[in-house]
C-alpha cells in the first residue's frame, strides 16, 4: 500500500490477555518507530528500528511490552498481560533511513486498544 | 531531556481568518528538527511543515507558515484563510539530529483548533 498500515484497528481485550498489534510500513522505509498516545500522558515514543535492529528500548513501559520486526519490514508490538493503564491508541510511523532525523515521520491510523 | 510546551488546549477561528498556534521547547542542542503534526478524527498524524534549526528562513507551505525564533525557543504556526478541513488536533514535536533517529520524536500535548464557518 501507499502508507503506513496498521492492524487491527481496534482491539478490545480482557485485563491479563496478550495482545499483538502490526505495523506494516511504506515499502522502502527502513526507520520504523511505535508511539503511545493516551489520554494523560499524550504522545509518548516506545521503540526505534533501523533495519531488523532496536538500539534502544529503554522507551517501553515495561517488561510486558516488546517489540521486534524481521525481513526489515513489518513489525509486532506485542504487550503480555494486558493491564487497564495499557488502553491507549498505538501509532506507527515509518521514515527513510537516509539522514534519519531530518526524515519526516509517515504516520499509520493507529490502533485503539481498549482492556476491560 | 527536551520538551514541547503547547500553552493552548485550544483554540477557534473563523473560516477565512488567520489563527496561530503557539509552541515552545527546551533543548541545550544547538542544531535540531522542528515539525507541526495534525491529527483529524481519523487518527492518522499528517506532517504539515518542517523546520531545521541551522535555517534563519522561516518554512512555508501554501497556507501554513512557521514563526521561528531560536534565541526564544519558539516555533508557532500560522494558518492563513481557514478552512472547515483545517479542524483537528495540532502537534508540535521536536527531534534530537545527534541520537540517530533512536530517539524518536517528542511531542507536545496538543491544540485543538475549531474552525467556525
Known amino acids: 500500500g501507499a502508507g503506513v498500515s496498521q492492524s487491527p484497528s481496534n482491539k478490545v481485550t480482557e485485563k491479563g490477555k496478550d495482545v499483538e498489534l502490526r505495523c506494516d510500513p511504506i515499502?522502502?522505509?527502513?526507520?520504523l518507530y511505535w508511539y503511545r498516545q493516551s489520554l494523560g500522558q499524550g504522545l509518548e515514543f516506545l521503540i526505534y528500528?533501523?533495519?531488523?535492529?532496536?538500539?534502544?528500548k529503554s522507551g517501553l513501559p515495561s517488561d510486558r511490552f516488546s517489540a521486534e520486526r524481521t525481513g526489515g519490514s513489518v513489525s509486532t508490538l506485542t504487550i503480555q498481560r494486558t493491564q487497564q493503564e495499557d488502553s491507549a491508541v498505538y501509532l506507527c510511523?515509518?521514515?527513510?533511513?537516509?539522514?534519519?532525523?531530518?526524515?519526516?515521520?509517515?504516520f499509520g491510523d493507529g490502533t485503539r486498544l481498549s482492556i476491560l | 531531556a527536551q520538551t514541547v510546551t503547547q500553552s493552548q488546549p485550544e483554540m477557534s477561528v473563523q473560516e477565512a481568518e488567520t489563527v496561530t498556534l503557539s509552541c515552545t521547547y527546551d533543548?541545550?542542542?544547538?542544531?535540531?528538527?522542528l515539525f507541526w503534526y495534525k491529527q483529524p478524527p481519523s487518527r492518522q498524524m499528517i506532517l504539515v511543515i518542517r523546520?531545521?534549526?541551522?535555517?534563519?528562513q522561516n518554512a512555508t507551505e501554501n497556507r501554513f507558515s512557521v514563526n521561528f525564533q531560536k534565541a526564544a525557543k519558539s516555533f508557532s504556526l500560522k494558518i492563513s484563510d481557514s478552512q472547515l478541513g483545517d479542524a483537528a488536533m495540532y502537534f508540535c514535536?521536536?527531534?534530537?539530529?545527534?541520537?540517530?533517529?533512536?530517539?524518536?520524536?517528542?511531542f507536545g500535548k496538543g491544540t485543538h483548533l475549531i474552525i467556525q464557518p
Open positions: 533543548t541545550s542542542e544547538s542544531d535540531y528538527y
Open positions: 515499502s522502502g522505509h527502513t526507520a
Open positions: 523546520q531545521e534549526a541551522y535555517k534563519q
Open positions: 510511523a515509518s521514515s527513510l533511513a537516509w539522514g534519519v532525523s531530518n526524515q519526516p515521520q509517515h
Open positions: 514535536a521536536y527531534r534530537n539530529p545527534s541520537g540517530g533517529g533512536a530517539d524518536g520524536l517528542t
Open positions: 528500528f533501523q533495519g531488523n535492529s532496536a538500539p534502544d
